[in-house]
């Protein structure tokens, strides 16, 4: 097996109810990457137009017309920079309003959305269930999209791993006051289990717009942490990852991990 290498970034930002102005700030974040040869951006969940009911009042508020002119202007500045783009956003059809990552890319190929699976409280109120499990083929690297709530359950990213997917992107809107802050260790700890257990990368992005409850940070497949934005300030991310033959320890876990498998445990 050959290594592949892919350049990836996250970019964080508040997202508001304002869809011009969360396109302005995307578009800082495109060219920040583009200007360090990201190949792959991730954004934060629902970041084109603001997570109901804590950004935007409600689903019903967003302006459509605006989003896919929006949408328009992203996928233009994709083929401008030759950058594949995971775009978090709220997306609509005669089944459903989901809460969805959008890959936008330069060959202007229509992948299918990623629409959250794991709704609660809020999620529950405004989403329609998703039903796909998000793999995503880029430059010969298998890439996995997962939706804050779902880093809680291992089992979503048991499905990534037995399809041998290579990086997961992960989406947030987890955020809240200061004095929750223990919480934002219970989330780093959950993305670097994910990693590890996993033996994947694992990119996220989180929105700024309050408190950060889980970090913007990329971990390697051994749940090391090599790269974390600043709490609470807009800021891109960005690494080249190598995706290279396991070594002993990762060998170890896999090999182990299909033992479990095949004894449906």
């Given at each position: ?25 995307i ?10 040869n ?19 009042p ?104 037995r ?24 989330i ?25 409850l ?52």
């Open positions: 097996m050959n290594s592949k290498k892919i350049k990836i970034g996250a970019f964080q930002f508040s997202t508001c109810n304002d869809i011009e102005k969360n396109l302005e700030a578009k800082r974040g495109i060219v920040l990457a583009a200007e360090k990201v190949r792959l951006l991730l954004t934060q969940e629902c970041a084109l137009c603001g997570y109901p009911p804590v950004e935007i409600s689903v019903d508020s967003i302006n459509r017309v605006a989003q896919y002119e929006a949408i328009k202007e992203i996928s233009e500045l994709s083929k401008k920079y030759n950058m594949f783009i995971a775009l978090g956003m709220i997306s609509f059809d005669d089944k459903g309003t989901y809460n969805s990552v959008q890959l936008i890319n330069p060959e202007k190929i229509n992948y299918k959305p990623y629409h959250k699976r794991a709704l609660w409280g809020w999620d529950s109120d405004n989403f329609t269930q998703g039903n796909d499990i998000g793999i995503y083929n880029i430059d010969g690297i298998m890439i996995g999209i997962r939706i804050c709530y779902e880093v809680r359950f291992p089992e979503y990213f048991r499905e990534l791993f399809k041998q997917v290579d990086l997961c992107l992960i989406s947030f809107t987890d955020i809240g006051k200061p004095e929750q802050k223990e919480k934002l260790k219970i780093k700890s959950h993305l670097v289990s994910r990693a590890a257990e996993n033996v994947m990368h694992v990119l996220s992005a989180n929105s700024i717009s309050q408190y950060q889980a970090p913007t940070c990329l971990v390697d497949p051994d749940g090391i942490i090599l790269e974390i934005a600043p709490l609470n300030k807009e800021a891109l991310i960005s690494r080249e990852i190598e995706i290279l033959p396991p070594h002993f320890g990762r060998e170890g876990r896999i090999t182990h991990s299909k033992i479990l498998q095949k004894m449906n445990v």
